[in-house]
């Protein structure tokens, strides 16, 4: 496409602030809110806090010795004691509380962090694009690499070579979001999306009642502070629905069907993701349950307890007849389990690995791995993140 689209600036400000979060303590960027806790970090053992740096930051501000426990800077400490401040701060419906009263809920909420509840769940909500994702303990919070990858995805579906019209008065667009979550996908898809699209139609679906509610409220809240076109009231929908049982869903047609499924099996969840993640987020959102076609990918092993529900959403997205089915994966191991399931399947003439970092545009690299006798391409630099097929 001509010109750059609009996302990707915001983009890689954000890969530069943590780009530059890898090269030492002090560098979490002033106006930049950290991401969630990775649902695949390596469990990593973190040094004990100096006395000299405790005594430090009580001297700055009695509160933040309380965020040095989970944030281990000073910079970063800070930081987030201003946005607990500023958010004790916005208008509410409610009377605002009396100085005194803050005071006891400010010391409340830094207990709450330092316990290692996610700054999202306090807060109340995530940036994600340029949307404002509201998040409720019991929904998964909204992560950068799922941001990255919807972007992208937005980007090729932009591209005028890509298979749907761009021409005519009302080009069409049906997209089904299975595990939605908190939305952010579909809301993301459409922000970017419907002024091409004008007959635009996305479904997010998810088995947790507590998940399409939010999803819906974020519907609600974004269109309200005009960070949704207000098509979207039309166009976007959230709906109760397990991908394990089929139902009328199944029987409508869907041009693309995308899903960021719980993909990690019960012994890396209790082995390599951070514990914010174990104690504060939903398992069911992280873990397959066990009941659900275990065993689909083959031989029964603890390694492949993590991907039940990508055979499931393949078959789905050829029942619907999708010419394109994106799924998120949580590495590169699991993206080359998946893709050969997809190359066995003959179903999709086009199978493709994305990493983290995927911007074609900005000449990423292209790596061919043989998957059987197939080549697929695998595509950008860092860990393995998305399976793409084409028909």
């Known amino acids: 496409m001509a010109g750059e689209p609009p996302h990707l600036p915001r983009f890689r400000r954000i890969l530069a602030a943590l780009g530059a979060c890898l090269g030492g303590p002090n560098c979490t960027p002033t106006n930049a809110r950290p991401p969630p806790d990775s649902t695949t970090t390596a469990v990593v053992y973190m040094p004990r806090l100096s006395p000299r740096l405790i005594s430090q930051a009580r001297t700055i501000d009695s509160f933040l010795p309380l965020l040095l426990r989970v944030c281990r800077d000073l910079s970063s400490a800070r930081n987030e004691l201003r946005w607990l401040r500023e958010y004790l701060s916005r208008p509410r419906a409610s009377a605002r509380p009396r100085t005194l009263d803050r005071k006891k809920t400010l010391h409340r909420l830094c207990i709450e962090r330092s316990r290692g509840k996610p700054l999202q769940y306090i807060l109340g909500d995530q940036p994600f694009g340029d949307l404002d994702i509201l998040c409720r303990s019991g929904v998964l919070i909204p ?179 999708a010419k394109a089915v994106v799924m998120e994966v949580g590495g590169m191991a699991q993206a080359e389990r998946v893709a050969a399931r997809m190359v066995e399947g003959e179903v999709w003439r086009k199978c493709e690995v994305w990493r983290d970092a995927v911007l074609e545009r900005d000449g990423g690299a292209v790596e061919v791995k043989a998957i059987g006798a197939t080549k697929i391409a695998v595509k950008g630099e860092g860990e393995g993140r998305v399976v793409v097929g084409w028909r």
């Open 143 to 321: 992560r950068p690499d799922t941001e990255a990858w919807a972007s992208h995805l937005a980007t090729l579906i932009l591209n005028p070579s890509f298979p749907f019209p761009h021409g005519g008065d009302q080009p069409y667009l049906r997209i089904l979001d299975l595990c939605t979550g908190t939305g952010c996908i579909a809301l993301l898809l459409h922000s970017l999306l419907h002024r091409t699209y004008p007959s635009l139609q996305i479904l997010g679906i998810d088995i947790s009642p507590r998940a399409v509610t939010l999803a819906r409220c974020n519907l609600h809240h974004n269109t309200a502070k005009k960070l949704l076109h207000r098509s979207a009231r039309e166009q976007v929908r959230f709906e109760e629905g397990d991908v394990f049982n089929c139902g009328k869903i199944w029987e409508r047609e869907w041009d693309i069907v995308v899903a960021n499924p719980p993909y990690i099996s019960p012994e890396d969840f209790n082995r390599t993701t951070a514990r914010n993640v174990r104690n504060w987020e939903p398992k069911v959102a992280l873990v397959p349950d066990p009941s659900s076609d275990a065993g689909v990918m083959g031989e029964a092993d603890e390694e492949k307890a993590g991907d039940a529900f990508y055979p499931r959403v393949m078959a789905i997205a050829n029942k619907v007849g």
